[in-house]
């Protein structure tokens, strides 16, 4: 079974520009949930997309937005790139149903800001 | 406001002998706990879990104790081996309306294992 599959793997922006990022989750799971990795905050949630509708939203404004396809497959886009967003962007992948789920992470886009 | 906290930002252990890695968490509406490992330039794997209707869960090498009261949980590995060395993350999960996706992570201990 292939893992959760993130592209692009690393790039550089500039301020003011706007970025999208693209995950594959895992066959037959339905949740895709994207975090952000900082050196100073650790991983924090993004969002969760389940079944091409948004059903959790971090604490994170409005620039960072998402959508999920009816594949499952999902984008997250950040508009006008400040200095700060400069990150390791995880996506995760689960069965999606309720309950405890076990996330299975791809292997992330590191963006940098310049 | 951390929910989910790991004071030791790193441990040093000998091969062989056990490490412990320790985690807090302040909300008691959490109910699923999880241990992830993170290698550099890879995503964080899923080490183990526990329920909050258990207080001990075993897989291998790798055992996670969940303490309610004290609101601490702890993953013991035993023996360490120098494969295991990486950052392990502890992170909490409760039922948001139905999404599960959204976990709440501690910031990481850097497990270093020594031959």
């Known amino acids: 079974k292939a893992g959760v599959t993130q592209t692009p793997r690393y790039l550089i922006k500039t301020r003011g520009q706007q970025v999208t990022l693209s995950c594959s989750p895992i066959?037959?799971?339905?949740?895709v949930s994207w975090y952000q990795q900082t050196p100073g905050q650790g991983l924090q949630f993004l969002f969760e997309?389940?079944?091409?509708?948004?059903?959790n939203k971090g604490n994170f404004p409005g620039r960072f937005s998402g959508r999920q396809f009816s594949n499952s497959r999902s984008e997250m886009n950040v508009s006008t790139l400040e200095l700060g967003d400069s990150a390791l962007y995880l996506c995760?992948?689960?069965?999606?149903?309720?309950?405890?789920?076990?996330?299975?992470f791809g292997a992330g886009s590191r963006l940098t800001v310049l | 406001d951390q929910q989910v906290k790991q004071n030791s930002p790193s441990l040093s252990v000998q091969e062989g002998r056990i490490s412990i890695l320790n985690c807090d968490y302040t909300?008691?509406?959490?109910?699923?706990f999880l241990w992830y490992k993170k290698y550099p330039a890879e995503g964080p794997t899923f080490l183990i879990s526990?329920?909050?209707?258990?207080d001990k869960n075993e897989d291998g090498r790798f055992t996670v104790f969940l303490n309610k009261s004290a609101k601490h949980l702890s993953l013991h590995i035993v023996p360490s081996q120098p494969g295991d060395s990486a950052v392990y993350f502890c992170?909490?999960?409760?039922?948001?309306?139905?999404?599960?996706?959204?976990?709440?992570f501690g910031k990481g201990t850097k497990l270093s294992v020594k031959p």
């Open positions: 995760a992948s689960s069965e999606g149903g309720t309950g405890a789920n076990v996330l299975t």
């Open positions: 066959s037959g799971h339905r949740s």
């Open positions: 997309y389940f079944s091409e509708t948004q059903r």
């Open positions: 909300n008691s509406m959490f109910d699923y």
């Open positions: 526990i329920s909050s209707i258990k």
């Open positions: 992170a909490a999960s409760g039922d948001y309306g139905g999404s599960q996706g959204n976990l709440i």
